[in-house]
């Protein structure tokens, strides 16, 4: 059954019009049937040729798939380091901006403590040319430079480690120093509206002087005015060569490199240095300073040299400070010489005995005795004893006479020449032959002698032979 489609009563199979409200019912066309086309099937008679095969799918290259995704992970990358700061022309980076300055030598290296800060005349500048680059700006150009650096601080790091750069004076060469950056972003961006600020570190690695490990006591060997024992010590001459240079040139700018000590006392002007003492010269800081600003520093255990002191430093020899020290031979020598002035001083005053050898003391001056006159007048010296016996009218006398200033001296024979320390040569040992030198005194008795020793024992320290001392009873 249908419905009507103006008032949608039922209407009954067969009607025209609507029995309700009269309209006509419409009757739905039957639909034609389509004509179908023949379409001739086609037969193949005889064998069906071969049917070439599909093409295989080309297989995608992996490392181009890899490549261009590491393409497109780095557009997506700077793209949004872009859209981030807004593009580079709004964007300051202060990593290029920071200051950092490595001195000194390797194993001593420093950071220049106010070194550590911005460029702050760099950073003006570019702030300003961006700042006019874009005209909208305008307003921010009225900042404060001063002001904005101060609103960034730093911490300095080596390798992983924070350091204080006032008190870290030990860097290695190549250590890698880290400066990072500490600010508020915002708050700089609030000074500067529109432009936008990075940065976090700086690593610089430090490019210091290697040093050289040098012995600064090579080719020494010291240099000793005057005769021994009362030599004293030449400085700075104790360096040959190249050495006299670093010596020169550290006491021009550091002070004298060297400290000077005499059998572990340090020495002084009025020292006096004998054969067998041991002088011993350390490098102090001066010397330190002049080695490093050449980029040399002293090899382990050569900052100081001990010396001990051979006849060969003196300029002038030595004389001998003991009478065990006068070998025979010079004794038996100088003995011959005495014994001819003796005989020749007598026969002078018309003596008919010859003098009698008694004995013979070795006189040194004590310590802090002020001596007056030559330098030789210092030197000990020899004194023999004779005495005369006269026999007149009935009666016997016996008279002395002392002879002094024989001087027995050590020498070297090539002392002076350029090998004189390495090759001394031979020693030997002289003494003065003109009598003229000798000084005469004659003692009218045994008290006399004795009184004249006495006299003397608080300038000289004698040491006799037993004879001698048998002679004046002498008690040391």
């Known amino acids: 059954m249908k419905n009507c489609t103006n008032c949608q009563a039922p209407i009954n199979a067969g009607d025209a019009f609507c029995s309700k409200c009269g309209a006509k019912v419409q009757v739905a066309a039957k639909a034609e049937p389509k004509a179908v086309a023949f379409q001739p099937k086609t037969v193949q008679l005889g ?10 799918k080309p297989k995608r290259n992996i ?29 300051i980076n202060l990593e290029d901006y920071v200051k950092l300055e490595i001195k000194g030598n390797d194993g001593e290296g420093f950071i220049v403590e106010k070194s550590v800060s911005l460029n702050k005349e760099n950073l003006d500048r570019d702030i300003k040319k961006k700042l006019k680059a874009d005209h909208s700006k305008t307003e921010s150009s009225n900042y404060n430079i001063d002001q904005l650096v101060s609103k960034v601080e730093f911490s300095v790091y080596k390798g992983d480690e924070l350091i204080d750069v006032k008190e870290r004076k030990n860097l290695n060469n190549h250590d890698k120093i880290t400066v990072k950056l500490l600010y508020d972003k915002s708050d700089l961006e609030n000074m500067i509206p529109g432009l936008h600020f990075t940065g976090t570190s700086v690593t610089q690695e430090a490019d210091l002087i290697p040093l050289v490990g040098v012995d600064p006591f090579k080719g020494f060997y010291p240099k000793i005015k005057g005769i021994s024992p009362n030599g004293t010590l030449s400085k700075p001459s104790q360096f040959e060569g190249k050495d006299v240079e670093i010596v020169a040139k550290a006491t021009a700018k550091y002070g004298f490199p060297f400290d000077y000590y005499l059998n572990g006392k340090e020495v002084s002007s009025n020292d006096p240095i004998a054969v067998g003492d041991e002088i011993e010269i350390r490098l102090n800081e001066s010397g330190k300073n002049a080695l490093k ?21 003196f300029e002038e020899g030595a004389y001998v400070t003991s009478l065990s020290k006068v070998d025979e031979d010079t004794q ?10 003796a005989k020749a001083y007598v026969a002078d005053r018309n003596y008919k005995v010859l003098p009698k050898f008694e004995g013979m003391a070795f006189a040194t001056i004590k310590d802090g005795v002020d001596w007056g006159g ?12 004779y005495s005369i016996t ?17 001087t027995v001296i050590e020498q070297v024979e090539n002392h002076g020449k350029d090998n004189a320390h390495e090759n001394p040569g031979k020693t030997i040992q002289t003494f003065e032959k003109d009598s003229k030198k000798y000084d005469f ?3 009218s008795d045994q008290n006399d002698l ?4 006495t006299r003397n024992i608080d300038t000289f320290t004698y040491t006799m032979d037993d004879q001698l001392k048998s002679l004046i009873n002498w008690t040391e």
């Open 63 to 91: 490392r181009g798939i890899l490549a261009g995704i590491f393409v497109l992970l780095a557009v997506i990358a700077v793209s949004s380091y872009f859209l981030l700061n807004r593009g580079s022309s709004d964007t």
């Open 441 to 443: 005194q004659n003692f």
């Open 390 to 406: 006269n026999t007149s009218y009935g009666k016997t006398k016996t008279s002395y006479i002392v002879i002094s200033k024989i």
């Open 293 to 313: 600003e050449n980029g040399q520093t002293v090899e382990k255990g050569k900052d100081s040299i001990k010396y001990k002191v051979t006849l060969a430093d």
């Open 332 to 341: 038996e020598a100088i003995s011959k010489n005495v014994e001819d002035a």
């Open 47 to 56: 064998p069906s040729p071969t049917q070439a095969p599909e093409p295989k």
């Open 450 to 453: 004795k009184n004249s020793f």
């Open 374 to 385: 030559t330098f030789d007048s210092k030197i000990p010296q020899l004194i023999y004893v």
